[in-house]
């Protein structure tokens, strides 16, 4: 087939890429570098791992040959206890990452907008389009806070069917402040609330809200405070009005047999992993504190297992370059409102330790 004969949708055609992270043994190939040395801090990962449980129940996992539960049956049954909501409103999937698309899938028609309020997940706004929604970016004050006024103004005068929300907000770190959620709530639009990293958070989840707001969803994952990122499975709390429809629209057997698994099992030592994120917590607080002593970061408050720092007397690309030579990677941000910020992920102790070793260095020397 030439070329020209190939018919692909134009605004895909035009459209930039999403820059995801990559693996150790990426990063140990490009760097030159051991994996067995790299410290990676770029991602909000938990360094942890899964629990031990899940390792030895993935060893011996029955039934590959068969697919799975399409309802993910059990384990809604489990996440129903875990948050108290029930689960013919929980709704599973291969990651938050699959909801926000079968959201977008169940709201948006041509014409349609969403609110994106940046800087924020990039997944919200890089999916929009794919379903053919206008992405309208209202962004966040200096302090990172929600302009509501604006958002407002922008759901009175837009057909805006959903607004996106990642609250504690990533990569700032912190928590939308519960009345402005509230405010918003009385919108006529459908709020998403993302809560990847409620576990790490000094508030509780805003799951049981959704019985009360029917233009509610929350959102949330395993991959972070249950150490699942890379078998990927997710959750959604949803209105009963909505469930009927997601179950149309949802792919039969989006989450795995293995990731099924391992969910269930980490709900089944919840404590063991919730001791484990109040741990990494820890790190970020002491984080925190070590990035104000320093003269080139300027750390903002974190209610996550991250930390954003916004870079001074250096570029923030040179300062994630050095940290790469000497074996610590994390993330680097090109563009608005970021242009100068690293966010920093919260490792073991030990991890956290040579990572200051290697940042008091810098300082002292100016070489790593």
Request: glycine fraction near 4%; proline fraction near 7%; hydrophobic fraction near 45%.
């Amino acid at each position: 087939m030439t070329r020209d004969k190939v018919r692909i949708r134009r605004d895909i055609a035009s459209m930039s890429a999403y820059t995801p992270t990559t693996s150790l043994d990426v990063f140990a190939k490009r760097l030159g570098l051991p994996a067995e040395d790299l410290i990676k801090l770029d991602a909000n990962e938990n360094p942890y791992g899964p629990s031990p449980r899940v390792v030895e129940a993935l060893a011996s996992l029955p039934n590959m040959q068969v697919y799975p539960d399409p309802e993910s049956g059990r384990l809604r049954e489990l996440l129903a206890e875990y948050t108290g909501v029930p689960a013919a409103q929980i709704l599973c999937g291969a990651g938050a990452d699959e909801l926000i698309e079968l959201i977008l899938q169940l709201f948006i028609e041509p014409g349609d907008a969403i609110i994106n309020t940046p800087p924020t997940f990039a997944m919200y706004s890089f999916n929009a389009p794919l379903y053919h929604a206008e992405v309208i970016d209202i962004y966040r004050r200096a302090d990172f806070s929600l302009d509501l006024e604006a958002m407002a103004e922008a759901v009175t005068r837009r057909n805006v069917k959903l607004v996106f929300l990642c609250s504690p907000n990533n990569p700032s770190g912190g928590l939308i402040a519960r009345e402005d959620i509230r405010t918003l709530l009385a919108l006529p639009t459908t709020i998403v609330i993302d809560e990847a990293y409620i576990e790490f958070a000094e508030q509780e989840s805003l799951a049981q809200w959704v019985a009360e707001y029917p233009n509610l969803i929350v959102l949330r994952t395993l991959s972070k405070w249950a150490g699942l990122a890379g078998l990927r499975v997710g959750y959604g709390i949803f209105p009963r009005a909505l469930m009927p429809h997601l179950w149309k629209i949802k792919q039969p057997y989006n989450v795995n047999v293995a990731a099924d698994l391992a969910a269930r099992v980490s709900l089944h030592d919840a404590e063991h992993l919730q001791e484990r994120a109040r741990h990494l917590a820890r790190q970020r607080e002491r984080m925190e504190i070590a990035f104000a002593e320093l003269p080139y970061l300027a750390p903002y408050p974190s209610q996550s297992n991250f930390v954003l720092n916004r870079v001074t007397g250096m570029s923030a690309a040179d300062f994630r370059d050095r940290l790469a030579r000497a074996g610590i990677i994390v993330r680097y941000y090109n563009k608005p409102r970021l242009y100068d910020h690293i966010r920093i992920s919260a490792g073991k102790p030990d991890q956290v330790d040579r990572l200051l070793e290697v940042l008091r260095a810098l300082h002292s020397d100016n070489v790593l």
